[in-house]
């Protein structure tokens, strides 16, 4: 496999770069381009869907053999029952705990591009909600590995592009990117938007990021990574002030998610900021990991389900990770990506069982590992690769089957 195209981890393009011309010196059309990153992308997106559909092999057979349906399991369970009610209903449904005192479930906590692509393709197909919500989950890993790639591709390379797919579907809960959650939907608008970000696109950065922002609560990290990205370009190259694609991306990027903030805020009856109102109800608020602190000591100190013990076994790999991925310089755009995601997950009460989903789009952590693998021995690296697809096919199961607490 052909090393590919390699830049500088600390550069952050300002100018969109020229357009690629064949060998008579014609441009390129961009049909073309996009069909020759597809062929490139093709043996990636080949071993993520082999992964994947190993581990939903073993998913599906352990749940028939107990008596349940995978599809309602994968695809109507915890969110996704409220994904589906949205789907269904629009906004307006509010509960009240049945197990715990004080807590309020309003819908509006989650963001609606996941229930309107779900809607729409019940409009246009047989399929039903539940049918639709995987069609949307699995065509968003898709397009959430081609981005992957096209990152790691673009910053290091195809073997370390393949690499970084591949590691991405064999985390230990990868499940969930195919299952009707948002995290594969957020991956991959994120990707792409900070891949056009490292190419010099920030009109089409901000795009993308504008439509992230309609797709998770801490899809806010698109936005500040393009942000901070442009910033920086900004007070390192003066020149570049007078550049109006630079202000219009940065001016885009936050308009999904602060648009949505808004009306749902003005739609619960708080006021602008009364989506927070609807998080603190459901029990969640950003309290710098005290909690999270307080639940992992009971973890040492008690006893409790297997699912919070691999919780804090991913967010401690994460956490060393993410000093790794500092110490390799990363461009920008992506560094402050990954920080926020990490400070949200982190720093976010309750729910410590979803903190590892939470990090699904922080694929930009798995850089160094998947640096590491392209240079390994082929013995080590299947090994390697054994050993995780075993682990995420067995957790992964056992968290959907077995395990009876939100994830």
Same mark, same amino acid.
């Given at each position: 496999?052909?090393?590919?195209? @390699? ?6 393009? @300002? ?20 069909? /020759? ?9 080949? +071993? ?7 581990? +939903?092999?073993?998913?599906?057979? !352990?749940? !028939? ?18 994904? =589906? ?26 963001? &609606? ?12 197909? &047989? ?10 989950? !699995? ?13 790691? /591709? ?11 797919? +591949? ?15 948002? /995290? ?14 490292? *190419?010099?696109? &920030? ?15 801490? $899809?806010? =990290?698109? $936005? ?10 900004? !007070?390192? /190259? ?19 998610? =602060? ?17 927070? =109102? ?41 956490? @060393? ?49 998947? +640096? ?24 992964? *199961?056992?968290? @959907? ?7």
């Amino acid at each position: 496999m052909s090393a590919g195209p @390699v830049v500088n981890p600390s550069a952050v393009p @300002v100018r969109a770069p020229e357009p690629r011309r064949d060998t008579g010196g014609r441009p390129v059309r961009r049909t073309d381009r996009v069909r /020759e990153a597809l062929r490139r992308a093709l043996p990636a997106l080949g +071993l993520y869907a082999s992964a994947r559909l190993l581990g +939903l092999a073993m998913m599906a057979g !352990w749940a !028939w053999s107990t008596g349940r349906h995978p599809r309602t399991l994968l695809g109507h369970s915890w969110d996704g029952i409220w994904y =589906a009610g949205i789907a269904r209903n629009g906004y307006g449904l509010v509960l009240p705990s049945p197990t715990s005192r004080g807590v309020i479930f309003n819908d509006l906590a989650f963001f &609606p591009l996941f229930p309107g692509l779900v809607h729409a393709v019940t409009v246009l197909t &047989p399929f039903t909600v539940v049918s639709a919500q995987l069609v949307v989950s !699995w065509s968003s890993a898709v397009a959430a590995a081609w981005g992957i790639y096209a990152v790691g /591709e673009r910053l290091h390379g195809r073997r370390t592009a393949t690499w970084l797919v +591949l590691l991405w579907g064999l985390l230990p809960h990868a499940i969930v990117q195919t299952m009707g959650y948002t /995290e594969s939907l957020m991956t991959a608008l994120a990707a792409w938007s900070l891949y056009a970000a490292v *190419t010099g696109r &920030p009109v089409w950065a901000g795009a993308l990021a504008l439509v992230a922002g309609l797709s998770r609560p801490n $899809a806010v =990290a698109v $936005a500040a990574a393009l942000i901070c990205a442009t910033a920086l370009v900004l !007070w390192r /190259e003066p020149r570049s002030r007078g550049d109006w694609r630079l202000w219009t991306g940065a001016a885009l990027a936050p308009l999904g998610w =602060a648009g949505y903030v808004l009306w749902a805020g003005i739609r619960s009856g708080g006021g602008p900021l009364g989506y927070f =109102a609807v998080q603190r109800r459901w029990g969640s608020r950003f309290d710098f990991g005290a909690d999270a602190f307080r639940f992992i000591r009971h973890l040492f100190t008690g006893r409790d389900f297997m699912a919070y013990y691999g919780s804090l076994a991913v967010l401690a790999v994460a956490l @060393v990770a993410l000093v790794l991925f500092v110490l390799d310089r990363p461009p920008a755009p992506l560094l402050a990506y990954v920080a926020v995601l990490c400070v949200i997950a982190v720093g976010g009460s309750s729910y410590f069982a979803s903190k590892p989903r939470f990090l699904i789009p922080a694929f930009p952590l798995l850089l160094p590992l998947a +640096l590491g693998m392209a240079r390994a021995r082929p013995r080590t690296a299947l090994v390697t690769v054994g050993a995780l697809a075993g682990l995420s096919f067995v957790y992964g *199961t056992y968290l @959907v089957t077995i395990a009876r607490i939100p994830m």
